[in-house]
Nanobody, 114 residues
């Protein structure tokens, strides 16, 4: 069983920054891709950023140039540095890790006030 624990969410003013962290507990198999999705009220869950085990990153167009995903394989962790936050970034952010199938964290709330 794999468990993901997220941290770093909170309330920030527009233009501010937050850093999300996610650590995966796992035994045995290596972790494949890791990343972040988000879900705003009344909207579907959407991709924010993903990274492969080798560090190749992919971003949603809406966050390119503002968010940076990074990963520490030794710690089974993935991070999301979010700069120049906008009110439309308000959502619950979910971490995932792919180990034969996708595992999800419980989510962390990010609220950006205008």
């Amino acid at each position: 069983q794999v468990q993901l624990v997220e941290s770093g969410g909170g309330l920030v003013q527009a233009g501010g920054s937050l850093r999300l962290s996610c650590a995966a507990s796992r035994s045995g198999a290596s972790i494949g891709s890791m990343g972040w999705y988000r879900q705003a009220p009344g909207k579907q869950r959407e991709l924010v950023a993903t990274t492969t085990s080798s560090g190749s990153a992919n971003y949603a167009d809406s966050v390119k140039g503002r968010f940076t995903i990074s990963r520490d394989n030794a710690k089974n962790s993935v991070y999301l540095q979010m700069n120049n936050l906008k009110p439309e970034d308000t959502a619950v952010y979910y971490c995932y890790a792919f180990i034969f199938l996708a595992y999800w964290g419980p989510g962390t709330q990010v609220t950006v006030s205008s």
